[in-house]
């Protein structure tokens, strides 16, 4: 099988998820789902049980939002949703200290895609805009940014959906 990385990045609500799992499904007829989300609002629980509706029964799903190596997916096809969410919880969990995070998010990502699978990493690009204000708010997406740029860079693939629509581009 071997091993093969696959980023889908974009703005909110562009339509990566649902490309996502449309290419994991043509990758293998029983994907894992990894969910890295902590639901923090009802608003969330909800945009969640629609996301499971939608995968349906072909699914296996796996929430994990830290430790992504401790589960062996070898020989799987495995679509991670989402890099954004998992950078939040290394980013708190680290007391918002942004280089000990993208230490740990590189480790971590280096560990859990060492072993012979397909990966799927969706994310967000969310400095797109302007800079915020906030300085938690700059600084978390400094960090978002160098993960994202991390994973691009061992990536095989790469997709930027714009509008719905995907534009290859590694």
Same mark, same amino acid.
């Given at each position: 099988?071997?091993? =093969?990385?696959? *980023?889908?990045?974009?703005?909110?609500?562009?339509?990566? /998820?649902?490309?996502? !799992?449309?290419? %994991? +499904?043509? #990758?293998?007829?029983?994907?894992?789902?990894?969910?890295?989300?902590?639901?923090?609002?009802?608003?969330?629980?909800? =945009?969640?049980? *629609?996301?499971?509706?939608?995968?349906?029964?072909?699914? /296996?799903?796996?929430? !994990?939002?830290? %430790? +992504?190596? #401790?589960?062996?997916?070898?020989?799987?096809?495995?679509?991670?949703?989402?890099?954004?969410?998992?950078?939040?919880?290394?980013?708190?969990?680290?007391?918002?200290?942004?280089?000990?995070?993208?230490?740990?998010?590189?480790?971590?990502?280096?560990?859990?895609?060492?072993?012979?699978?397909?990966?799927?990493?969706?994310?967000?690009?969310?400095?797109?805009?302007?800079?915020?204000?906030?300085?938690?708010?700059?600084?978390?997406?400094?960090?978002?940014?160098?993960?994202?740029?991390?994973?691009?860079?061992?990536?095989?693939?790469?997709?930027?959906?714009?509008?719905?629509?995907?534009?290859?581009?590694?």
């Amino acid at each position: 099988m071997g091993r =093969r990385i696959i *980023l889908i990045t974009g703005g909110q609500r562009c339509g990566k /998820s649902e490309f996502a !799992e449309k290419m %994991a +499904l043509q #990758l293998s007829e029983s994907p894992i789902y990894l969910a890295t989300a902590r639901p923090w609002d009802d608003e969330f629980r909800e =945009r969640v049980k *629609l996301h499971q509706a939608r995968r349906g029964e072909k699914w /296996s799903t796996i929430e !994990e939002e830290l %430790a +992504l190596s #401790l589960h062996d997916v070898t020989g799987k096809t495995v679509l991670v949703d989402c890099v954004t969410l998992w950078t939040t919880n290394f980013f708190f969990a680290k007391g918002e200290n942004v280089n000990e995070a993208l230490t740990a998010l590189k480790d971590e990502f280096d560990k859990f895609t060492s072993r012979e699978a397909t990966f799927i990493f969706v994310t967000n690009e969310i400095g797109l805009g302007g800079v915020s204000e906030n300085a938690m708010r700059r600084h978390f997406t400094d960090l978002l940014g160098w993960v994202n740029q991390y994973i691009a860079g061992k990536a095989d693939e790469a997709y930027m959906l714009l509008s719905g629509i995907p534009v290859k581009i590694k």
